[in-house]
């Protein structure tokens, strides 16, 4: 049994052959290079974000940090919150969220 799997594997390997796995698209393109999609990451960021949407996530940013320093106090008042890892993973995500807020801030004044 052992010989007829391997005879049969060896002769399907030997009458393979090379093969090519992709034929060359039409245009003449060759396999494995990127196409320049034109896409600029800075460009991206300085058109994403005007002066009105910057004074809105002002006031939002504002109220972000009350709500973390709210959180952040009911995790030291009450050490054992039965919702702890929710409160945990909240400020995980206002902390990320706010980071990002900061991020634009200073790419403005960088940018300025």
Request: aromatic share 10%; hydrophobic share 40%.
């Amino acid at each position: 049994m052992r010989r007829q799997l391997l005879l049969i594997s060896s002769a399907f390997l030997l009458f393979a052959g090379p093969a090519s796995a992709q034929e060359t698209p039409p245009g003449g393109e060759q396999a494995g290079t990127l196409k320049k999609s034109g896409f600029n990451l800075s460009d991206f960021e300085n058109q994403a974000v005007s002066k009105d949407q910057m004074a809105k996530m002002k006031t939002i940013a504002d109220k972000r940090l009350g709500i973390i320093s709210k959180l952040e106090k009911l995790l030291r008042d009450r050490p054992l919150y039965p919702r702890k890892a929710e409160v945990y993973f909240r400020l995980g995500e206002l902390f990320w969220q706010q980071a990002k807020y900061e991020y634009l801030q200073a790419r403005q004044k960088y940018d300025a």
